[in-house]
């Protein structure tokens, strides 16, 4: 792949690198890596390697940002890279692999995907194999690329408002909607109200195709308690949006 693809992981990957392996969270939330700040809203906005792009996916799923979590994970792929002759490209989709959406919330989001049938239509047994053997079938990122922090913790999509606030809306207009591009008729998956109403707003800017996304899913995490209720009050329409999707996809 062009360098210029991925111009931002070789302007990081050797400050990561140079890391121990026993780093610290001090030394990932240290200023080399701060990409922007905004100090009234108490903002700051981290590189991570999240740049892979899988162009091929069927399926796109949204989260709203890379958590501290998912940071430390993808800064320890990059270190265990380290003197490996590994492909620039290789050692980002690992990334992915080792990072996204993993533990109990990719336990939660498979249940609910197989509760739905998705795999079904991927001709899959369950949709834990998008994580394993068919992640050729999907993307997973965030509507903001890399880890967002509000007063230190990892953002919710909340507070600030995600679409009012100008330094976030811009990763949404700009980086967001210019990676969905790659792809080619995808079923977007987002995760979580505020995801939704991201989306939703470039699908109002015609940037978004609005009958690619399946609107309704909750956020899969544990500490989303209201997840069985949403999904419960949305299950039909979204079973109805799979069934419309793949109905259309199979005619072009």
């Given at each position: 792949m062009a360098i210029a693809k991925y111009?931002?992981?070789?302007?990081?990957?050797?400050?990561?690198?140079?890391?121990?392996?026993?780093?610290?969270?001090?030394?990932?939330?240290?200023?080399r890596f701060l990409l922007e700040s905004e100090t009234k809203k108490k903002l700051e906005i981290y590189y991570a390697p999240f740049e892979y792009v899988n162009e091929d996916a069927k399926v796109v799923i949204v989260g709203i940002t890379p958590g501290?979590?998912?940071m430390k994970k993808s800064f320890s792929t990059?270190?265990?890279?380290?003197?490996?002759?590994?492909?620039?490209?290789?050692?980002?989709k690992q990334v992915k692999n080792n990072s996204s959406f993993e533990g109990t919330m990719?336990?939660?989001l498979v249940k609910m995907l197989d509760e739905l049938g998705l795999n079904e239509y991927l001709?899959?047994?369950?949709n834990i194999e998008l994580f394993e053997e068919a992640s050729y079938l999907v993307h997973t990122t965030s509507v903001l690329a890399y880890p967002v922090f509000h007063n230190g913790k990892n953002y919710s999509g909340s507070t600030p408002n995600l679409l009012k606030n100008e330094l976030l809306k811009k990763y949404v207009t700009d980086n967001f909607a210019s990676e969905l591009e790659n792809f080619s008729n995808p079923l977007i998956i987002p995760?979580?109200?505020?995801v939704s109403n991201a989306?939703?707003?470039?699908?109002?800017?015609?940037?978004?195709?609005?009958e690619n996304i399946?609107?309704?899913?909750?956020?899969?995490?544990?500490?989303?308690?209201?997840?069985?209720?949403?999904?419960l009050e949305n299950k039909a329409a979204m079973e109805e949006k799979l069934k419309d999707h793949f109905l259309q996809a199979s005619r072009i």
């Open positions: 111009a931002k992981f070789h302007q990081y990957k050797e400050m990561i690198q140079s890391l121990p392996a026993s780093y610290t969270e001090e030394s990932l939330l240290h200023e501290l979590h998912q990059v270190i265990d890279a380290a003197g490996k002759q590994s492909a620039d490209e290789a050692t980002l990719r336990k939660n001709g899959l047994a369950s995760l979580g109200v505020n989306l939703n707003y470039l699908a109002d800017q015609g940037m978004v195709a609005s399946l609107s309704g899913f909750p956020h899969p995490s544990g500490g989303n308690g209201h997840r069985h209720k949403q999904f």
